[in-house]
């Protein structure tokens, strides 16, 4: 749907992965209109879920993959903010998932789909659905379903497989004291080091490039069981008990690139550096007075690198769900619907590769570690700020020998116990749960001239909690502020209590006007309470046009994840042209890449929100509708961290702005050197707003063919006039539709057909082009002009669906995805070298199902 893509702020499987910037490796969710997740309020058979354990960044999100596909009987999209019966933290919208309910029979379905391409993204499904009636009163149903999908690597495609901008920290690692030496050097290739392909030099001295793109998946693996079971017992004519359990496991891997060092402080009396890099570190080294190996002993020399093995985490979710409700009739047309529920999501995260322990790898390069695991100290090494001392003990004066790391000749051969002083799991382990009570009541209040007066009252009871804990040697201290390096760790711990209440009148003035008005009451433990309006009205002037009207306000409390934030380790590289403060006032600058930390902050405060629009219904006969729709949204005091605000507030003086090595972990702020910012805590605040507007267009044609079959043809379609952000006094007031991951143009296009037992659907899928956002290095590095505007081309993918009814009830389906393999149009501005967020990279895709039933 047009409603739910667009945005850099869209959720994205694509982007999953163990990094803190990531999604996380397993989980998806619904965004509407660009806003992320915490925007959209997403709920199951008209009830809360349970948010993830792992958050996005410090942003809480209910997880979709939890809810197996064949338990789904719909999902309802109510892409406006609506503060009464659903919730006041609807702001951009509402996803209701509606699961299957009284089904009788046996279903059973399976499915296989793959790329046309010559990689293996193989998708496997297999559901079976069972019901019956258990004598007069007792209905039962049960869902199993079952799911598979293979990776999906950014190598596996041309458009993706090399990067536009190669990391210049290598395998060979860049060498460099930084007292005798002014360049870098590296094991070349004529010393049988790096590949001549790979080699390069640069304003620091010789490199040793990596294409990170061989490495990052584009679609974790995942596999997935689970089920829903549900039972009915009428009571009597009039009452119901209604009982329900949904419950998944998804077990799944995801794959980053392998981590960078930087400034590792390396022995220079480690027994495996190669002559050949000794002779050129010397010579190099010579114009300042350097004039033998032995002249750099007793002091390090920094190592800038990338270790081999790509970080890889797996992840095991298992999320249930359990609700229990009556539901019945009192007097007259008067209902009413009472439940609890509970629920719950625990995941473990473990790593598989390349998540190496920061005080082990040091040591093992200064000699501080014997072969038995005895350390001693040959060098008082600065876990703070990657640096150490001579201090001259050695394993050998204690009769032991010293377990050197070869971090030479690309790090592939290593002394047996190295790499198990070196890999950690460090394993993550998560755990929400929710429980609630809700009650609502609806009928006919009175009965006016133009038809009955209705209402809905309702009321509702939740207490969250959750708890993120990361292993030990993944916790940041002070003393240790990156435990494993290039990776992150995150920590929450929150729990709340809330309750609301809820009143909603449909209110028919006229036989041709009608006004919906309503209200929700909220209070939040730690956050304060809010009442929330909204009115609509419908005018139906003439039989094919009618026109409405809406009005809303929204009240957010900031989810778990960010009220009961830890420190969480992050990384970010500098933007010199939004922040030429940051770069010693040159916004032409390449700025530094920072291994960076998000703070927590005690006092944050809710989000508000208001939104209205309007628009018109025309039907000039039973098979033509059109909709058009504008919409408004206003979005203020956002909960979340804007780096580029940051650096400007910091620097304004609102946080600390000390030199390297003096910010203390845990604390917000900024480290300056020679005017550059090389490291930041950035902490997550109530930010300015941001304000979004546009048109919404829908057009449905019902067209009887006759003897060649049934035909309907939808268009929906959504222009965003504009979305504008400011993240406070300190930061320019942004445009972001067209600009940088923001399409302003979004459609969707349908014509199915039917003809007895044949069915078939060709839909085109659109997105406009919009502003690219390379940077100097990448332009550089492809040889392209600084100084000229890129942009990013539009996109069109058509999909094809056909299916035959060979029985009742049963049917046989081929779906082609991306039907022409249309590549993603190239984007200078992303790592992966196209947009992961708006655009398809799998490219053709078909899906063959088969559903029987009996």
Known sequence: MPVATGGGATFSTATAGPLSSDTPVGASAVSLRGLGASATLT????RRAQISAFARGQESFIDASSIPLAAVERVEVLPSGASAIYGADAVAGVVNYVLRNDFQGLELSASYGNSTAGTDEGRYNITAVAGARLGDRNSVMLVVD???????????????????????????????????QFFDQTE?????????EDFGSGNLGEFCEVNTNAFVSAQDRLETIGGLFTHQFEISDKLTWYNDVLYSRVESRGVSSPANFSRAPIDPENPFWPAALIEDIVEEGSFEGATDFSDFFGFPIYAWGKFPEPRAVEVESDSYRITSGLKGDLSGDWKFDAAFMFGGNDRTQRGLSGLIVSQNFYDLNLGNICTDGTRVERWD????????????????????TTLWYNPFGGQTTQTDGVAELLATEAERKGRSRLYSFDASVNGTLLEMPAGPLKAAFG????????????AGVAVATLDNPEPILGFSSTSAFAKRNSWSLYGELYVPLADTLDVQLAGRFDDFQAFGSDFNPKIAARWEPVEWLALRANYSTSFRAPSLAQSGAGVLLSSYRVDCEATPGACAGDPTEDGESLLSEDVGNPNLGAENARSFGGGAVISPNSDIELRLDYWNIRHEDLVGIDEDDFIRRALAGEFSVVGSGALPTGTPGLEVTNGFVTDAHFQITNLGFQKTDGIDFAYTHRLGGGSAGDFTFTFDATHILNFKRKASEASPLEQLAGDYLYPDFIASGKLRWRKDAWRATLSGHYKSGYRDDPSNRTLQALGLPLDADYEVDD???????VSYDFAEDSFIQLSVRNLLDEDPPRVLGSSANVDLFNHDLIGRYATLRVTKRF
């Open 381 to 400: 090494v600065d876990l703070g700020r990657s640096d150490a001392d001579f201090i001259g003990d050695t394993c050998e004066d204690v009769g032991k």
């Open 795 to 801: 996109y069109l993918t058509f999909d094809l669906s």
């Open 43 to 46: 709920l199951i058979n008209g």
């Open 459 to 470: 009321g509702e009871f939740r207490r969250e909690t959750l708890r993120d804990t990361p």
């Open 188 to 196: 070349e290739p004529a010393d049988g080091g790096c590949a001549a």
């Open 146 to 180: 079952y799911f598979k999908r293979n990776p999906f690597f950014l190598r596996d495609r041309a458009i993706s497989r090399e990067s536009f901008r190669p990391s210049q920290q290598g395998f060979y690692p860049s060498f460099n004291d930084l007292f005798f």
